[in-house]
């Protein structure tokens, strides 16, 4: 008799705890979708300031890999359509995906690839006269 009710004992108790994490999964994965929904609405409700978090999130990657200037707040562009880009040097190892961080002032562009969070190439930037 006393060994049935160990047992219906700890069947209780791994029912309840199962129960009490399945909550505390459900209350984290609520907080951080509410979380994630608000940023996704403020930043599209702010698209100046999306496009300033893309750029800052580029630059901390890439600047964990070379060094960037510190002074500078570059241009990004995203590479869509590589076919368009064919025949030019800087983006012979490119894909569709990767990012180009533009520094004019420092006159330095730098190809990164976000899928595997590599610099894929870093070339002076000419700009030029109109030639």
Same mark, same amino acid.
């Given at each position: ?8 004992? *700890?069947?209780? *108790? ?28 403020? !930043?599209? *409700? ?22 960037? #200037?510190?002074?500078?707040? #570059? ?28 520094? *004019? ?5 730098? !190809?990164?690839? #976000? ?8 070339? #002076? ?7």
């Amino acid at each position: 008799m006393k060994e049935n009710a160990n047992k219906m004992n *700890t069947k209780r *108790t791994l029912v309840n705890l199962v129960v009490i994490i399945a909550i505390a999964a459900a209350i984290i994965f609520g907080l951080k979708w509410h979380s994630a929904n608000n940023r996704a609405n403020q !930043l599209s *409700t702010n698209p100046q300031a999306a496009a300033q978090a893309a750029v800052q999130t580029t630059v901390d990657k890439v600047g964990k890999l070379v060094s960037l #200037p510190s002074n500078e707040t #570059p241009t990004l562009a995203t590479v869509s359509d590589i076919s368009k880009l064919k025949g030019q040097t800087f983006f012979a190892n490119a894909q569709n995906g990767d990012k180009v961080l533009i520094y *004019t002032q420092h006159k330095l562009a730098v !190809l990164y690839r #976000p899928s595997i969070d590599k610099v894929i190439n870093i070339a #002076p930037l000419n700009i030029g006269n109109g030639q």
